[in-house]
Structure formats: structure tokens, C-alpha cells
């Protein structure tokens, strides 16, 4: 079973910054685009920022400029860089390959609150 174990969140003033961490277990982390999603209460899940195999990167309308994603393949490890912290921005966030390859983890909470 692939796996995925998501880290770095937590409670964050409105202009914060926070750096989430996503190691992922077996072969095909660095052949496979992959993406953070994050899901909010009430809502669906949703692709905020994805990199592919080759390191090209695309982001949702609500976070660029704000979020970067990076990828590590040495450490089967994916980033993301956000910066610029809205309330907004609150969600549970997650990683998986953009074709969600990877039994989903639990997630990282992310709250940003004054």
C-alpha cells in the first residue's frame, strides 16, 4: 500500500506563513505529478497546487502568488510554501499524486485565526 503522512500545520494569525510536509512511502512518488488538496467544513475537497514529474508547477486562482509547491524525490518529500495566510485558507490539507495513486493520509490542520 503507498502511503502518504502529511505534517507543518497548525494555528496561524491572518498574514502568517506555514510550511506543510508530505513524505510518501514506496517507488512511484518521483515518476507521478503531485498535488496538494485541502478540503474545508461543508466543503469538497480541492487541488490548490500540483507539480509535475519534471517540476513544472500550477496553482488554484485563490492561492498563487501566495503558496509554492517544491518536491524533494531524494526524500520522496513534497512541500508547500503559503505565505500571506487568509482566514479563508482554513482547511485540512492533504498530498497524493494528481491521479490519487496514494491511500489518502489524515491530513494536516491548517487554521488561520486571529
Known amino acids: 500500500v503507498q502511503l502518504v503522512v502529511e505534517s507543518g500545520g497548525g494555528l496561524v494569525q491572518p498574514g502568517g506563513s506555514l510550511r506543510l510536509s508530505c513524505v510518501a512511502s514506496g517507488s512511484i512518488f518521483s515518476s507521478n505529478g503531485m498535488g496538494w488538496f485541502r478540503q474545508a467544513p461543508g466543503k469538497q475537497r480541492e487541488l490548490v497546487a500540483a507539480i509535475s514529474s519534471g517540476d513544472m508547477t500550477t496553482y488554484a486562482d485563490s492561492v498563487k502568488g501566495r503558496f509554492t509547491i517544491t518536491r524533494d524525490n531524494a526524500k520522496n518529500t513534497v512541500y508547500l510554501q503559503m505565505n500571506s495566510l487568509q482566514p479563508e485558507d482554513t482547511a485540512v490539507y492533504y498530498c497524493?499524486?494528481?491521479?490519487?495513486?496514494?491511500?489518502w493520509g489524515q491530513g494536516t490542520q491548517v487554521t488561520v485565526s486571529s
Open positions: 497524493n499524486t494528481l491521479s490519487k495513486k496514494f491511500a
